[in-house]
């Protein structure tokens, strides 16, 4: 699946909200896989234009600035990684426990297709400075993330469903870093297992 599939009409508050031209997308596909592959800091528009194919005016017509640019790519992301969770998820018809388990699997077939680097929202925040607007998108994502698991501790009517969504975040992130580091093995498995033993005690039988 290719990030002009889903995320065709992505604009950052900016520019926008109008459908990006071809151009456009291959800019976006190839700023997207060298900023994940490389680093944002690393990548500069060159580079970036050079793998589309497009001269940088182009690349500047499309998206306005590097910084612009940065945040599309991280909006494209979310979006992807918004819509592998919630495929993953919604694809178990069992009792809430039992979604909030295939967080994991999605989690693990994320990190074999598209997040061997670890997460990109973590690794953005490190290299961004405090004020650039990158920066809120990784924070939106986070804080859309822990709500997506509160409303399904809800749904399963779990006792403090805040505390079990907090939970099972910091399982996913220390899954997600220890898994691109290879410093623990099967580490999103181990995460899950964790995460069983928190949702049985947490939620009713």
Not at 128 to 141: F, I, K, N, S
Request: with cysteine; aromatic share 6%; proline share 3%.
């Amino acid at each position: 699946m290719s990030i002009s599939s889903e995320t065709t009409g992505r604009r950052t508050k900016r520019r926008g909200t109008q459908h990006l031209t071809p151009a456009g997308v291959k800019i976006l596909e190839a700023a997207s896989r060298l900023f994940y592959e490389q680093g944002i800091r690393a990548i500069g528009v060159e580079a970036i234009a050079e793998q589309a194919g497009v001269t940088k005016k182009t690349l500047y017509d499309c998206f306005g600035s590097k910084e612009d640019l940065i945040v599309a790519y991280l909006r494209a992301r979310d979006g992807l990684w918004r819509a592998t969770l919630v495929r993953h998820v919604n694809g178990h018809k069992g009792p809430a426990g039992q979604k909030i388990l295939a967080t994991f699997g999605a989690l693990r077939d994320w990190m074999h297709e598209r997040n061997r680097r670890g997460c990109a929202f973590i690794n953005a925040s490190v290299e961004l400075p405090d004020d650039h607007p990158g920066r809120e998108v990784a924070r939106d994502q986070k804080t859309w993330f822990l709500a997506y698991l509160e409303d399904l501790a809800r749904e399963g009517n779990a006792e403090a469903p805040a505390a079990l969504a907090a939970q099972v975040l910091i399982l996913h992130e220390g899954a997600c870093v220890a898994g691109s580091m290879g410093s623990v093995d099967q580490a999103v498995l181990r995460a899950e297992q964790v995460a069983a033993i928190l949702i049985e005690r947490s939620l009713p039988e």
